[in-house]
């Protein structure tokens, strides 16, 4: 048995212990010694996710579990590395700290920042020139290929408005949207491969989004957080009366989905 001396209350260091000792040779626990960067990548993304969850649902307990799930996730991947010889906990946070310390000149310096976008100015001024981000191909490179597809499509649009690519008013960016909407039609009515075109107006979505002032990833999700009430919604209606909901007719659904949408409207008031 591990030796371990429990406490009423621990803090981050006791974690980083506790999984240090999770990951010894001798002792440990046999499926955190066997995994890998890799093989814990999605289960980062998924406490991530739950986290987000918690945010939503507005629930402060949740969120601390979500987020302890979320460190637990961090402190992994850090123990891994320090085993190598890389880096540690330790390193990560006095890696983030100089960064903030860097990047919050209006804060820690002289600098003149009065409102958020002023600051978020500086902040990515300094986060370009940290990086060595001069050209357009090096900020464009750096939005990471592992986004959610619209959240990445909506922050590569960001990072080229200001070398005159990109809508930059929902007026254009509609104009946008329906002449890719145009093209898909018009490839569809040829017979051809659709995804590159379906792909495009996909795009001009999230530049809609964007110019709009609204987060595509959102506007999607709370899109389909209705499809799935309203869905349940005709489910029960059918159930009311004596129906299954495959059982319904097209006519019968569309009543049910037209009802669902009105109560969902009446709910909000």
Known sequence: MVEFVQKPRYTAQDLVRIVALLRQPEGGC?????????????????????????????????????????LLQVALHCQMEAERGAFDFDEVCNGICEKLLYRHPHVFGDVAAATPDEALRNWE?????????????????????????????????????????????????????????????????????????????????????????????????????????????????AAEGGSGLEELTGPERAACWKRAKLEEQSSKG
């Open 30 to 70: 046999p499926w955190d010694k066997a995994q890998t960067h890799a093989s814990i990548r999605q289960n980062f993304i998924e406490e991530t996710y739950e986290a987000v969850e918690a945010i939503d649902l507005g629930d402060p307990e949740l969120l601390q579990e979500e987020l302890g799930d979320v």
């Open 125 to 237: 001024q300094l986060k370009n020139t940290e990086k060595g981000r001069a050209t357009a191909a090096s900020r464009l490179d750096s939005v990471p290929a592992s986004l959610p597809a619209l959240m990445r499509a909506a922050k590569t649009q960001k990072r080229a408005v200001p070398y005159g690519f990109g809508c930059t008013d929902p007026a254009a960016a509609l104009a946008d949207l329906e002449a890719e909407l145009a093209e898909l039609k018009a490839a569809l009515a040829a017979g051809q491969e659709p995804e590159a075109e379906l792909g495009d107006v996909l795009f001009a979505a999230a530049g809609l989004a964007r110019t709009l002032g609204a987060e595509p990833e959102l506007a999607l999700s709370g899109a389909t957080g209705r499809f799935k009430e309203r869905v349940k919604a005709c489910e029960r209606m």
